[in-house]
């Protein structure tokens, strides 16, 4: 199949698909005689994995690691777990963030009557520039400024 057959066949774009072969994620396809990437079933299976693993927030780098633990019949469940449990204390670190800016943000809104007047409580706490907190989720370190990293399970 050529490369739009596979990307409908996976749910990676197209331009996604020529990206992960471009950093190694996935093998470039077989060619045509007239120069075309020729998609397997194989492939497919591949692109779904790495579309899957996207979807649930790992990076690349990530990716590649667990394709390599997919292929390895001799992996341990343990590294895979360890980088699953990793991936869901970042995400839950990144959702307790989220919750906090909504919860600032909704604050501000309440305090606004939000009628013609120029005077404003989402502008003034927007202009007073105080960061929500200095505990951001971070890829590297799970928060910045701190070097926290997940509790290993």
């Known amino acids: 199949m050529n490369i ?6 996976s749910g990676v774009s197209a331009k996604m698909i020529r990206y992960y072969e471009k950093v190694g994620l996935v093998e470039a396809p077989a060619r045509t005689d007239a120069g075309y990437r020729s998609y397997g ?3 497919v299976h591949n692109l779904r994995f790495v579309r899957r693993a996207r979807d649930l927030g790992f990076t690349v780098d990530e990716i590649r690691d667990l394709l390599g633990l997919w292929r390895d019949q001799g992996r341990r469940s343990a590294d895979v777990k360890r980088m699953a449990l990793d991936q869901i204390w970042l995400l839950e670190q990144k959702a307790r963030h989220l919750q906090e800016m909504a919860d600032t943000l909704k604050s501000l809104a309440d305090c606004c009557t939000g009628d013609a007047r120029p005077d ?31 509790p290993r399970r």
């Open 120 to 150: 404003c409580p989402i502008i003034a706490g927007l202009e007073a520039g105080q960061p929500l907190s200095s505990r951001r989720p971070n890829r590297r370190f799970g928060v910045t400024n701190e070097r926290a990293v997940p």
């Open 41 to 43: 079933s194989r492939d």
């Open 4 to 9: 739009g057959e596979a990307a409908s066949a």
